[in-house]
Nanobody, 121 residues
Framework: QVQLVESGGGLVQAGGSLRLSCATS????????MGWYRQVPGKQRELVAE???????NYADSVKGRCAISRDNAKNTVNLQMNNLKPEDTAVYYC???????????????WGQGTQVTVSS
């Protein structure tokens, strides 16, 4: 199994910054895509940002220019730097990876438990 643990969420005022981190563990052979999603009650989980192993990134339009995703391929970690936060960024943020376990023959998606981000106005 692959485990993901997020950290760095919290309460911040509008205009502030937060850095989310996600650490992975388990018998990992390879990770292709790493990313962050968010979800508010009553809505579908939505993509915030994702990054491939080679460093290609993709951002939701709502966070472009305010967020930066990065990863450490040696440590299998992924971070999300969020700046100029807005109240509408309030959500539970989930880390996700597409990984291949050493005992497996195909990649699959894994999710963390989520970390709350609350932006006050």
């Amino acid at each position: 199994q692959v485990q993901l643990v997020e950290s760095g969420g919290g309460l911040v005022q509008a205009g502030g910054s937060l850095r989310l981190s996600c650490a992975t563990s388990g018998s990992i052979a390879s990770i292709s895509v790493m990313g962050w999603y968010r979800q508010v009650p009553g809505k579908q989980r939505e993509l915030v940002a994702e990054i491939t192993r080679s460093g290609n990134t993709n951002y939701a339009d709502s966070v472009k220019g305010r967020c930066a995703i990065s990863r450490d391929n040696a440590k299998n970690t992924v971070n999300l730097q969020m700046n100029n936060l807005k109240p509408e960024d309030t959500a539970v943020y989930y880390c996700t990876v597409t990984a291949l376990e050493r005992s497996a023959w195909q990649y699959r998606d894994y999710w963390g438990q989520g970390t709350q981000v609350t932006v006050s106005s």
